[in-house]
């Protein structure tokens, strides 16, 4: 079966452009995750959704990040002002149901953001 | 040991010969462990998981050891292959915060020599 995606898979910007950065989870899969991840590091959560709502936003590092899920499915990060410290790859993860011990998380290829 | 920027861990093992990588913890109310596996260019992925009311859990090939009193975690590959070449995040999760968010260690890069 088809795993998560992301798109695009490559995205340069100018410094204060904004972006938006799509996930597609695996079908059926309730939550949904979004995580940064700079070169030589481990990925870092930025936030979960658990259906439509955000469960946690804990990570986002300022009010220039924002992200929807509207249908419960996709889900779509903004970058508002971007800036050369936002250049990193993006990932996307999905787990099927959580509260029910389903927490597996798989993720996508992520998205290559580099801000000139 | 640590590593800070672009210098992570490196674990270079003859190919056939078994590897054990290994991540420290700190949270001990952590209760769920998960170990991915990242080729360059590619997202995490999942290798296998293991919840605190177990210390060991086998997959095909792999094992996963969990010490809860020192807070360490193991990844052990039987019969390492050339395909086994990548770099090797931990993560754990603290459900009892409300949350299903992963914290990630820093990788260990798994290099195999035919």
């Known amino acids: 079966g088809a795993g998560v995606s992301q798109t695009p898979s490559n995205k340069v910007t100018e410094k204060g452009k904004y972006v938006e950065l799509r996930c597609d989870p695996i079908?059926?899969?309730?939550?949904l995750y979004w995580y940064r991840q700079s070169l030589g590091q481990g990925p870092e959560f930025l936030i979960y959704?658990?259906?439509?709502?955000?469960?946690?936003d804990s990570g986002l590092p300022n009010d220039r990040f924002f992200a929807v899920r509207p249908e419960g499915s996709v889900s779509t990060l903004k970058i508002q002002r971007t800036e050369r410290g936002d250049s990193a790859v993006y990932l996307c993860?999905?787990?099927?149901?959580?509260?029910?011990?389903?927490?597996?998380?798989?993720f996508g290829p992520g998205t290559r953001l580099l801000v000139l | 040991g640590e590593s800070v920027g672009l210098h992570l861990p490196t674990l270079s093992v003859q190919e056939g010969d078994n590897s054990i990588i290994n991540c420290a913890y700190s949270?001990?109310?952590?209760?769920?462990f998960i170990w991915y596996k990242q080729e360059s260019g590619k997202g995490p992925q999942f290798i296998i998981d293991?919840?605190?009311?177990?210390d060991k859990r086998q997959g095909q090939r792999v094992t996963v050891l969990l010490n809860k009193t020192v807070k360490h975690l193991s990844l052990q590959i039987a019969a390492t292959q050339p395909g086994d070449s990548a770099v090797y995040f931990c993560?754990?999760?603290?459900?009892?915060?409300?949350?299903?968010?992963?914290?990630f260690g820093k990788g260990t890069k798994l290099s195999v020599i035919p």
């Open positions: 993860a999905s787990s099927l149901s959580p509260a029910r011990g389903q927490e597996t998380q798989y």
């Open positions: 079908s059926g899969h309730t939550a």
């Open positions: 959704f658990q259906g439509t709502g955000a469960a946690d």
């Open positions: 949270n001990s109310a952590s209760d769920y």
């Open positions: 293991i919840r605190s009311n177990m």
């Open positions: 993560a754990e999760n603290s459900r009892g915060a409300g949350s299903y968010q992963l914290t």
